[in-house]
């Protein structure tokens, strides 16, 4: 991850919160409408959360998406990599290369002291501490 938030992480995090905020299954199209997408890249954002076991994706005219996570155990860190992988202490904050302590860039020390604080406090903020809702 190159500490960048995408539309889709931010859908995803705001899923996951208006799931909790509703606390009950919710259809696909209820779900997009309620956070501000369509149904089809809704489902792009949902699918990782699936996987990680903090929804549960019911198909079908009675399915939908329901919560299994209590959103107190998941971070805003832990979101964020389910979507665009895993942080990547190593990169480069000016070029798309490795930087480290061999061949560093001019930022390579502040950089590195700020992704770390960034990285803590992301993965210290529980989506339960986050609003409920953007309107």
Same mark, same amino acid.
């Given at each position: 991850m190159r500490l960048e938030i995408t539309r889709r992480s931010d859908l995803a995090t705001r899923a996951l919160i208006e799931l909790a905020r509703l606390g009950r299954r919710t259809k696909s199209s209820e779900l997009a409408d309620a956070i501000g997408t369509t149904p089809g890249f809704l489902s792009q954002a949902m699918t990782p959360l699936a996987a990680r076991g903090w929804v549960r994706s019911e198909p079908g &005219?009675?399915? +939908?998406?329901? %919560? !299994?996570?209590? %959103? @107190?155990? #998941?971070? #805003?860190? /832990? #979101?964020i990599e389910a !979507? /665009?992988?895993?942080?990547? @202490? =190593?990169?480069? #904050? %000016? /070029?798309?290369? &490795?930087? +480290?302590? @061999? =061949? &560093?860039?001019?930022?390579?020390?502040?950089?590195?002291?700020?992704?770390?604080? %960034?990285?803590? /406090?992301?993965?210290n903020s529980p989506l339960a501490g986050l609003p409920k809702g953007r309107k």
């Amino acid at each position: 991850m190159r500490l960048e938030i995408t539309r889709r992480s931010d859908l995803a995090t705001r899923a996951l919160i208006e799931l909790a905020r509703l606390g009950r299954r919710t259809k696909s199209s209820e779900l997009a409408d309620a956070i501000g997408t369509t149904p089809g890249f809704l489902s792009q954002a949902m699918t990782p959360l699936a996987a990680r076991g903090w929804v549960r994706s019911e198909p079908g &005219p009675t399915g +939908g998406y329901a %919560l !299994i996570a209590d %959103l @107190a155990d #998941v971070s #805003v860190l /832990e #979101v964020i990599e389910a !979507i /665009e992988g895993p942080s990547d @202490a =190593g990169r480069c #904050v %000016l /070029e798309d290369r &490795p930087c +480290g302590d @061999a =061949g &560093p860039c001019a930022l390579h020390q502040p950089w590195q002291r700020a992704r770390t604080q %960034l990285l803590d /406090e992301l993965s210290n903020s529980p989506l339960a501490g986050l609003p409920k809702g953007r309107k």
